[in-house]
């Protein structure tokens, strides 16, 4: 019954969306409707699996674009991947101290609430660390609320973009034997991956498949405009029905922790931005995209609907998650090590 009212409300804010001809309204509208009824405590639920599935779909799309051609251009991305390292350094040393002195959070949160990894995995490793789950999944959920709400507002006024990309061709219009590749693709990859304990299975697992599908020469075009538009629904979806259950102190400190560390961090993504488009290291919707510490799923999303590089986009988020998933425990218990020394 609650999954039948997330689907009843995410369709109604799907139709208003498209109603009003407003931007991405298999994205926003679902989100905005489910974020709405959910701080309203509106009795609803994710849907669990299905969701998870919806992600195979853009990991197909992404290794769907892993070509040759992706390949000669990774010594030119080197530059800017180099810069993935200082932008998650600094993004560390801003928002930790932020969490700290201006919201009161408690060490080992305030470390696991500044780092832009997984949503996900930074509640797990932040949980294992004694960090509060709780505000770790209101902070990140937040993070991924307002990067994607953002995002193509920057897009618009500050580079010019159009979201206006066509998302693909539609099934019928594919041949069958790609779609079937894409299918066996996005399902053993997300499964293969989750057996052998990949982070972002159900992205990275398709991808890494696809990819090789692609390089293979079996797939040549990524996969349908009804599957693109599916996925964006249940993200939408998930991305709204994070805040089920959201109190009202914890709207006023922790949401609003959230929201404003976010703005921060759209200042220091808007900075590397210039830096790269400066450099001549990549052009300012690739290079934006790139460095928004939003969700990668999220990302890949309005990399499609701007018409962006996907594989610079994608290849930039992917260092981002694996220097943060690698580097975060260690760092954390560095950090922690050295604060117990000075007391």
């Keep these: ?174 041949p069958l034997h790609e779609l079937i590749l894409m299918a066996i693709a996005a399902f053993v990859g997300w499964k293969g991956g989750e057996k052998i304990g990949l982070f972002g299975a159900s992205i990275l697992g398709p991808l890494i498949l696809t990819a090789a599908l692609s390089l293979g020469d079996f797939i040549h075009t990524r996969p349908p405009r009804e599957a693109i538009l599916f996925a964006q629904f249940f993200i939408g979806c998930g991305i709204g029905v994070k ?17 404003t560390y976010v703005i921060l961090l759209a200042v220091l993504a808007a900075a590397f931005t210039a830096v790269v488009t400066a450099l001549g290291l990549g052009r300012p919707v690739e290079a934006f995209l790139a460095f928004a510490p939003g969700g990668q799923a999220e990302m890949t999303v309005l990399a499609i609907v701007s018409g962006a590089d996907l594989g610079y986009v994608v290849t930039h988020h992917l260092a981002r998650i694996v220097v943060v998933i690698i580097g975060a425990p260690i760092a954390a218990n560095l950090l922690l090590r050295w604060s117990k020394s000075r007391e």
């Excluded at 309204?25 to 639920?45: D, E, K, N, T, V």
């Excluded at 599935?53 to 251009?73: C, K, N, Q, Y």
């Design 243 to 259: 805040f089920v259950g959201v109190t009202w102190s914890e709207l006023k400190r922790v949401v609003a922790a959230g929201f």
């Design 1 to 174: 019954m609650q999954r039948s009212v997330t689907l009843i409300l995410a369709m109604l804010g799907t139709a208003v969306f498209w109603a009003l001809n407003l931007p991405l309204p298999f994205l926003f509208g679902p989100m905005s409707a489910c974020l709405i009824a959910a701080l309203a405590h509106a009795p609803m639920r994710d849907f669990g699996q299905i969701s998870v599935a919806s992600r195979t779909i853009l990991g197909v799309a992404v290794g769907a674009s892993i070509t040759p051609s992706l390949f000669a251009e990774l010594p030119k991305m080197a530059a800017s991947l180099l810069l993935i390292p200082v932008f998650i350094l600094l993004i560390a040393m801003v928002g930790v101290p932020f969490f700290r002195k201006f919201w009161g959070f408690d060490k080992k949160t305030a470390f696991f609430a500044a780092m832009p990894g997984g949503f996900q995995d930074m509640v797990i490793f932040g949980a294992e660390a004694g960090a509060n789950p709780r505000t770790l999944s209101l902070i990140h959920g937040t993070r991924v609320l307002i990067i994607v709400t953002l995002a193509p507002l920057f897009l618009t006024l500050f580079y010019d973009a159009e979201l206006t990309n066509p998302l693909g061709e539609p099934a019928s219009a594919l």
